[in-house]
T-cell receptor
Framework: GAVVSQHPSWVICKSGTSVKIECRSLDFQATTMFWYRQFPKQSLMLMATSNEGSKATYEQGVEKDKFLINHASLTLSTLTVTSAHPEDSSFYIC????????????FGPGTRLLVL | GNSVTQMEGPVTLSEEAFLTINCTYTATGYPSLFWYVQYPGEGLQLLLKATKADDKGSNKGFEATYRKETTSFHLEKGSVQVSDSAVYFCALSTGNQFYFGTGTSLTVIP
């Protein structure tokens, strides 16, 4: 089946630094990728939708200057958390959609970010 | 608005026990309903889905029926195995966006 990878799987950084998380579709091309955030004991919350070659669409309440998304190719999307603060500590999950089927998404294993 | 509520865990069962994980939803329109499973260290995987009322999704011995009258999509399995230990997420899709429940952790002990 379709595989989505994320790198790194976990990262610890100091407050004020920036962190980049990669999301790759390994055996298929993904025109659309999604970034989610999950707090402990809470559901996945969609942060943004990323389409290859165009600007990401952010959900209400998500700061686009804080969470920079780049979907430079059909197999790679990156999420950069700029000037990270402890409240940005969370579990970040990406998913990729194949073609135009809106309801078929393949999920990455997630990246745990801890900001000290 | 759209939302999903699923029973809190963790749930611990003995092998071969019956499993039910409750899930109810609130949605505008006619959503599709899903159960995803996440094994340790892996991404969410689609377990089963149902796209309209009274549909039953099934896979690997798991079943869930789309109940419009009770706005529910409870997950069931007649006899769980140790290998079923994972986190289970109920979700709905309006076509444009997914809405997830908080996840229920299941541990099956031999």
């Amino acid at each position: 089946g379709a595989v989505v990878s994320q790198h790194p799987s976990w990262v610890i950084c100091k407050s004020g630094t920036s962190v980049k998380i990669e999301c790759r579709s390994l055996d298929f091309q993904a025109t659309t990728m999604f970034w989610y955030r999950q707090f402990p004991k809470q559901s996945l919350m969609l942060m943004a939708t990323s389409n290859e070659g165009s600007k990401a669409t952010y959900e209400q309440g998500v700061e686009k200057d804080k969470f920079l998304i780049n979907h430079a190719s059909l197999t790679l999307s990156t999420l950069t958390v700029t000037s990270a603060h402890p409240e940005d500590s969370s579990f970040y999950i990406c998913s990729a959609r194949v073609g135009t089927d809106r309801e078929t998404q393949y999920f990455g294993p997630g990246t745990r970010l801890l900001v000290l | 608005g759209n939302s999903v509520t699923q029973m809190e865990g963790p749930v611990t069962l003995s092998e071969e026990a019956f499993l039910t994980i409750n899930c109810t939803y609130t949605a505008t329109g006619y959503p599709s309903l899903f159960w995803y499973v996440q094994y340790p260290g892996e991404g969410l995987q689609l377990l089963l889905k149902a796209t309209k009322a009274d549909d039953k999704g099934s896979n690997k011995g798991f079943e869930a029926t789309y109940r419009k009258e009770t706005t529910s999509f409870h997950l069931e399995k007649g006899s769980v195995q140790v290998s079923d230990s994972a986190v289970y997420f109920c979700a709905l899709s309006t076509g444009n966006q997914f809405y997830f429940g908080t996840g229920t952790s299941l541990t099956v002990i031999p």
